[in-house]
């Protein structure tokens, strides 16, 4: 089945340092990923929405200089937290849509996760 | 604005029970809703699919309903297991924005 993966699992950084988390589709192209924020014991939350090549769509509340997402091809997103504050700390987690068999239906796939701490 | 409500938001049931998931969404003009299995600190999992038009999905040990006009849904396990322990999340994708909205949860524990 198609494959989401994000790099790194988990990592820990200090205050005002910048982390960047990658998301690739490995078995499909994906012309749509969405990054997902998800606080301890509370629901996935969307982020943003890319879409490869154009500048990505921001949900209300989330800071588009901040969250910097860059949808450079098919098979990669990154989302880097510049600047990163403890109340940043959380799950993200990636998702990507895209067909896995010419001519098959768009599904959307997800990644494991990262798990970001800021201290 | 779509909202998706879960209940029960935890359940704990003894090995071998079958038991009953919800999950309620305010927008009935959905294009489809699926449901997610996610373990402590991991990704989701997909289990099942529901497209607007139809009324259920199965697979396995697990049944899906929905029924749009009310806007609700439910996910039936039969025979639960302790490998069933998760947390279970509906989500709801609008027919207009086509991206998902996720509702809160359900912790299900199920033991021995």
């Known amino acids: 089945g198609a494959v989401v993966s994000q790099h790194p699992s988990r990592v820990i950084c200090k205050s005002g340092t910048s982390v960047k988390i990658e998301c690739r589709s490995l078995?499909?192209?994906?012309?749509?990923m969405f990054w997902y924020r998800q606080f301890p014991k509370q629901s996935l939350m969307l982020m943003a929405t890319s879409n490869e090549g154009s500048k990505a769509t921001y949900e209300q509340g989330v800071e588009k200089d901040k969250f910097l997402i860059n949808h450079a091809s098919l098979t990669l997103s990154t989302l880097t937290v510049t600047s990163a504050h403890p109340e940043d700390s959380s799950f993200y987690i990636c998702?990507?849509?895209?067909?896995?068999?010419?001519?098959?239906?768009?599904?959307?796939?997800f990644g494991p996760g990262t798990r970001l701490t800021v201290t | 604005k779509q909202e998706v409500t879960q209940i029960p938001a935890a359940l704990s049931v003894p090995e071998g029970e079958n038991l009953v998931l919800n999950c309620s969404f305010t927008d009935s003009a959905i294009y489809n809703l699926q449901w997610f299995r996610q373990d402590p600190g991991k990704g989701l999992t997909s289990l099942l699919l529901?497209?607007?038009?139809?009324r259920e999905q199965t697979s396995g040990r697990l049944n899906a309903s929905l029924d749009k006009s009310s806007g609700r849904s439910t996910l039936y396990i039969a025979a639960s297991q302790p490998g069933d322990s998760a947390t279970y999340l509906c989500?709801?994708?609008?027919?207009?924005?086509?991206?998902?909205?996720f509702g809160t949860g359900t912790r299900l524990q199920v033991t021995l």
């Open positions: 078995d499909f192209q994906a012309t749509t």
């Open positions: 998702s990507a849509r895209g067909a896995i068999r010419r001519g098959g239906s768009y599904e959307q796939y």
């Open positions: 529901i497209q607007s038009s139809q």
């Open positions: 989500a709801v994708k609008d027919g207009t924005a086509s991206k998902l909205t």
